[in-house]
């Protein structure tokens, strides 16, 4: 019969500790991973949104500009 020591003792509660909360572990880092994953898509969704907003009125701009500029060149001529 071999005794352990306390060392050993210590090792292998410790290996069955990380066994039993490895699992729990897991879908913490799985659950966490998902909420910041949907966080930082919704933040680059808005960035995209409020950068198409100023690109929309930017080329709604342009779009007025030319018009206009059409609209003299046809009364000049």
Do not use: C, W, Y
Not at 14 to 31: E, G, I, N, T
Not at 40 to 50: G, M, P
């Amino acid at each position: 019969m071999s005794e352990q020591t306390g060392d050993d003792k210590n090792q292998d509660l410790r290996a069955r500790l990380k066994q039993f909360a490895q699992p729990l572990v897991d879908s913490l880092d799985s659950r966490l991973k998902d909420q910041i994953d949907r966080r930082v898509d919704e933040r680059v969704d808005q960035a995209l949104s409020n950068r198409l907003s100023v690109l929309e009125r930017a080329v709604a701009d342009l779009d007025r500009s030319v018009r206009e500029l059409q609209a003299r060149l046809d009364a000049q001529a």
